[in-house]
Nanobody, 121 residues
Framework: QVQLIESGGGLVQAGDSLRLSCAAS????????MAWFRQAPGKDREFVAA????????DVADSVKGRFTISRDNDENTLYLQMNTLKPDDTAVYYC??????????????WGQGTQVTVSS
Protein backbone atom coordinates (compact mmCIF):
# COMPACT_ATOMS: atom_id res chain seq x y z
CA GLN A 1 0.00 0.00 0.00
CA VAL A 2 1.35 3.39 -0.98
CA GLN A 3 1.63 5.94 1.79
CA LEU A 4 1.89 9.68 1.25
CA ILE A 5 2.87 11.79 4.24
CA GLU A 6 2.53 15.56 4.05
CA SER A 7 4.40 18.01 6.24
CA GLY A 8 5.20 21.71 6.39
CA GLY A 9 1.82 23.23 7.14
CA GLY A 10 1.26 25.78 9.85
CA LEU A 11 -0.05 29.17 10.87
CA VAL A 12 1.43 32.13 9.02
CA GLN A 13 0.58 35.73 8.25
CA ALA A 14 -0.57 37.07 4.91
CA GLY A 15 2.41 37.61 2.63
CA ASP A 16 4.49 34.85 4.22
CA SER A 17 5.78 31.72 2.54
CA LEU A 18 5.56 28.01 3.31
CA ARG A 19 6.90 24.90 1.67
CA LEU A 20 4.89 21.72 1.87
CA SER A 21 6.49 18.32 1.44
CA CYS A 22 4.96 14.97 0.57
CA ALA A 23 7.07 11.90 1.21
CA ALA A 24 6.03 8.76 -0.66
CA SER A 25 6.63 5.20 0.52
CA UNK A 26 7.03 4.06 -3.08
CA UNK A 27 9.25 5.43 -5.84
CA UNK A 28 7.58 8.56 -7.19
CA UNK A 29 8.67 7.57 -10.68
CA UNK A 30 5.97 4.91 -10.44
CA UNK A 31 3.32 7.61 -10.67
CA UNK A 32 2.59 9.36 -13.96
CA UNK A 33 1.36 12.31 -11.94
CA MET A 34 1.48 13.73 -8.45
CA ALA A 35 -0.52 16.68 -7.28
CA TRP A 36 -1.65 18.95 -4.51
CA PHE A 37 -5.29 19.61 -3.75
CA ARG A 38 -6.82 21.66 -0.96
CA GLN A 39 -10.10 21.85 0.88
CA ALA A 40 -11.28 24.84 2.85
CA PRO A 41 -14.02 24.56 5.49
CA GLY A 42 -17.42 24.26 3.88
CA LYS A 43 -15.98 24.05 0.37
CA ASP A 44 -15.28 21.29 -2.12
CA ARG A 45 -11.78 19.97 -2.59
CA GLU A 46 -10.03 21.89 -5.33
CA PHE A 47 -7.01 21.33 -7.53
CA VAL A 48 -3.90 23.34 -6.75
CA ALA A 49 -1.02 21.98 -8.84
CA ALA A 50 0.18 18.82 -10.57
CA UNK A 51 3.52 17.52 -11.79
CA UNK A 52 4.08 14.82 -14.40
CA UNK A 53 6.38 11.89 -13.73
CA UNK A 54 9.71 13.55 -14.50
CA UNK A 55 8.78 17.03 -13.36
CA UNK A 56 9.17 18.50 -16.83
CA UNK A 57 5.52 19.47 -17.16
CA UNK A 58 3.29 20.95 -14.50
CA ASP A 59 -0.11 22.51 -14.19
CA VAL A 60 -1.10 25.16 -11.66
CA ALA A 61 -4.55 26.50 -10.78
CA ASP A 62 -5.23 30.07 -11.85
CA SER A 63 -5.95 31.04 -8.26
CA VAL A 64 -2.35 30.34 -7.23
CA LYS A 65 -0.47 30.87 -10.48
CA GLY A 66 2.58 33.06 -9.98
CA ARG A 67 2.60 32.39 -6.23
CA PHE A 68 2.79 28.58 -5.89
CA THR A 69 5.33 26.26 -7.49
CA ILE A 70 5.18 22.47 -7.58
CA SER A 71 8.30 20.37 -7.85
CA ARG A 72 9.38 16.82 -7.20
CA ASP A 73 12.59 15.07 -6.27
CA ASN A 74 12.34 11.53 -7.57
CA ASP A 75 15.64 10.59 -5.95
CA GLU A 76 14.12 11.45 -2.57
CA ASN A 77 10.59 10.28 -3.53
CA THR A 78 9.22 13.61 -2.41
CA LEU A 79 6.79 16.13 -3.86
CA TYR A 80 6.95 19.79 -2.87
CA LEU A 81 4.70 22.82 -3.00
CA GLN A 82 6.39 26.18 -2.54
CA MET A 83 3.78 28.73 -1.52
CA ASN A 84 4.69 32.41 -1.62
CA THR A 85 2.71 35.57 -0.92
CA LEU A 86 0.11 33.60 0.99
CA LYS A 87 -3.38 35.02 1.36
CA PRO A 88 -6.13 34.27 3.88
CA ASP A 89 -8.06 32.61 1.02
CA ASP A 90 -5.28 30.01 0.86
CA THR A 91 -6.34 28.69 4.26
CA ALA A 92 -7.23 25.02 3.82
CA VAL A 93 -6.14 21.46 4.42
CA TYR A 94 -3.66 20.60 1.70
CA TYR A 95 -3.55 17.06 0.35
CA CYS A 96 -0.90 15.27 -1.65
CA UNK A 97 -2.09 12.78 -4.26
CA UNK A 98 -0.49 10.27 -6.62
CA UNK A 99 -1.90 8.69 -9.76
CA UNK A 100 -2.43 9.98 -13.28
CA UNK A 101 -1.25 13.38 -14.44
CA UNK A 102 -4.50 15.31 -14.18
CA UNK A 103 -6.32 18.20 -12.55
CA UNK A 104 -9.20 15.93 -11.51
CA UNK A 105 -9.13 14.38 -8.07
CA UNK A 106 -10.87 11.26 -9.43
CA UNK A 107 -7.73 10.45 -11.44
CA UNK A 108 -5.61 10.03 -8.31
CA UNK A 109 -5.50 6.68 -6.51
CA UNK A 110 -3.48 7.54 -3.43
CA TRP A 111 -3.93 10.35 -0.95
CA GLY A 112 -2.14 11.68 2.08
CA GLN A 113 -3.80 12.58 5.34
CA GLY A 114 -3.50 16.31 4.73
CA THR A 115 -1.67 19.19 6.38
CA GLN A 116 -3.36 22.34 7.66
CA VAL A 117 -2.33 25.72 6.31
CA THR A 118 -3.81 28.75 8.04
CA VAL A 119 -3.10 32.26 6.81
CA SER A 120 -4.05 35.14 9.08
CA SER A 121 -4.74 38.64 7.78
Amino acid sequence: QVQLIESGGGLVQAGDSLRLSCAASSPTLNFPGMAWFRQAPGKDREFVAASERHGVYSDVADSVKGRFTISRDNDENTLYLQMNTLKPDDTAVYYCAAGSYSTRDSDYNYWGQGTQVTVSS
